[in-house]
């Protein structure tokens, strides 16, 4: 079996999101390959720190740039015949594949929050999104929300919708042990995702001068990129008098990311939408408690191991931080529970099965 693969999300210098899930599918992929299973990986341009070539798992280079997945690649497709199945680890398959296609869908937040999203955009996830499901013979969700999202926006039967949940990363090792963040010697809440408006973040920033009057020490780390739509967020900010207590890190490194997590009081994730929230396994994993909001695929992903708090309600996330600042033990009990939460998720495991639906697809 010959399985084709868009590359194009792994291969970018900056990854995060769905970046970090196709990078993390390739490295197991590569491992996996042998004669009875090979890989075929298309890129828009040469692969940048991708896992080497084997006999077995090659790199495919079309050039092309506007319109990439539905001319450049389907044309490239129908001359390399030998292709099974065709899989996209996000949202949009080629159109005329020549091959069955399976597909991954992370979330439909461009359906809940269409106004977060630049209208080129916007056109692009609808309608590619749309396609994609209909073509596809199997469609990957990565948790049951999406789901159950994707049953409801469109109406596709529930079998042909598997759930295969992320895996997360962002390991100790011996680089972040040493790292030192140019930081005052305070304790600091710890944001980690894009900055845009789906994720809330000035209901955490509105929650935090809240706290912050009660327990001065304290400073917000925002540790994430540019997404669009941001000006509101740090206009929130300024508004506020916290130009000295909040602080955009933008993109990070991972041992600068592992570092944060570490000896943060606390990881809040506000978000309106999250189709997973690899953030909350990552931070569980570095002993750091996670307060997040009782919304989307959360509470699914945290389980018993996370506090909640209602995300359009900036004093329940205050109380839920004074509860943390004055309970130790509930801090030892959510942390012991995060430990065996992230043990229900890996890139292995996310990996294997999601090996499985593809081969699945085409027997």
């Given at each position: 079996?010959?399985?084709?693969?868009?590359?194009?999300?792994?291969?970018?210098?900056?990854?995060?999101?769905?970046?970090?899930?196709?990078?993390?599918?390739?490295?197991?992929f590569r491992r996996k390959a042998d004669r009875q299973t090979q890989f075929?990986?298309?890129?828009?341009?040469?692969?940048?720190?991708?896992?080497?070539?084997?006999?077995?798992?090659?790199?495919?280079?079309?050039?092309?740039?506007?319109?990439?997945?539905?001319?450049?690649?389907?044309?490239?497709?129908?001359?390399?015949?030998?292709?099974?199945v065709f899989f996209s680890p996000a949202h949009y398959l080629p159109r005329?594949?020549?091959?069955?296609?399976?597909?991954?869908?992370?979330?439909?937040?461009?359906?809940?929050?269409?106004?977060?999203?630049?209208?080129?955009?916007?056109?692009?996830?609808?309608?590619?999104?749309?396609?994609?499901?209909?073509?596809?013979?199997?469609?990957?969700?990565?948790?049951?929300?999406?789901?159950?999202?994707?049953?409801?926006?469109?109406?596709?039967?529930?079998?042909?919708?598997?759930?295969?949940?992320?895996?997360?990363?962002?390991?100790?090792?011996?680089?972040?042990?040493?790292?030192?963040?140019?930081?005052?010697?305070?304790?600091?809440?710890?944001?980690?995702?894009?900055?845009?408006?789906?994720?809330?973040?000035?209901?955490?920033?509105?929650?935090?001068?809240?706290?912050?009057?009660?327990?001065?020490?304290?400073?917000?780390?925002?540790?994430?990129?540019?997404?669009?739509?941001?000006?509101?967020?740090?206009?929130?900010?300024?508004?506020?008098?916290?130009?000295?207590?909040?602080?955009?890190?933008?993109?990070?490194?991972?041992?600068?990311?592992?570092?944060?997590?570490?000896?943060?009081?606390?990881?809040?994730?506000?978000?309106?939408?999250?189709?997973?929230?690899?953030?909350?396994?990552?931070?569980?994993?570095?002993?750091?408690?996670?307060?997040?909001?009782?919304?989307?695929?959360?509470?699914?992903?945290?389980?018993?191991?996370?506090?909640?708090?209602?995300?359009?309600?900036?004093?329940?996330?205050?109380?839920?931080?004074?509860?943390?600042?004055?309970?130790?033990?509930?801090?030892?009990?959510?942390?012991?529970?995060g430990k065996k939460r992230i043990k229900e998720f890996s890139w292995e495991?996310?990996?294997?099965?999601?090996?499985?639906?593809?081969?699945?697809?085409?027997?």
């Amino acid at each position: 079996m010959i399985i084709g693969i868009d590359g194009n999300e792994a291969n970018v210098r900056e990854r995060v999101g769905v970046s970090v899930y196709a990078y993390n599918l390739l490295k197991f992929f590569r491992r996996k390959a042998d004669r009875q299973t090979q890989f075929r990986v298309y890129l828009r341009n040469a692969p940048y720190d991708l896992p080497e070539e084997t006999d077995y798992f090659k790199y495919r280079v079309v050039p092309g740039n506007l319109l990439w997945s539905q001319i450049f690649l389907p044309l490239r497709l129908y001359q390399d015949r030998d292709i099974d199945v065709f899989f996209s680890p996000a949202h949009y398959l080629p159109r005329f594949c020549p091959a069955p296609g399976v597909v991954t869908i992370h979330d439909l937040s461009y359906l809940y929050f269409p106004e977060d999203f630049l209208k080129k955009d916007l056109f692009q996830l609808k309608n590619w999104t749309a396609y994609s499901l209909k073509k596809a013979v199997k469609v990957i969700a990565v948790s049951k929300t999406t789901k159950k999202d994707i049953v409801k926006s469109y109406g596709l039967p529930q079998e042909k919708i598997s759930v295969v949940y992320n895996g997360y990363e962002k390991k100790l090792d011996e680089k972040s042990k040493k790292f030192k963040f140019d930081l005052e010697e305070k304790p600091y809440i710890l944001y980690v995702g894009t900055i845009q408006p789906r994720k809330n973040i000035t209901t955490l920033i509105q929650a935090f001068f809240k706290f912050k009057q009660l327990y001065p020490e304290f400073q917000l780390i925002i540790a994430g990129k540019k997404g669009w739509l941001y000006d509101d967020i740090f206009q929130k900010v300024t508004d506020l008098g916290l130009e000295r207590d909040v602080f955009f890190t933008d993109y990070i490194t991972d041992n600068q990311l592992i570092f944060l997590y570490k000896n943060a009081f606390c990881l809040v994730l506000p978000s309106f939408y999250e189709g997973f929230g690899i953030p909350v396994l990552e931070a569980m994993n570095l002993d750091c408690p996670v307060i997040a909001s009782y919304a989307s695929s959360l509470p699914e992903i945290g389980g018993d191991a996370c506090l909640y708090f209602d995300p359009k309600n900036s004093y329940d996330l205050v109380e839920k931080l004074k509860l943390m600042k004055e309970d130790k033990q509930l801090v030892k009990d959510l942390v012991n529970k995060g430990k065996k939460r992230i043990k229900e998720f890996s890139w292995e495991k996310c990996g294997e099965e999601t090996l499985q639906v593809i081969k699945g697809s085409v027997l």
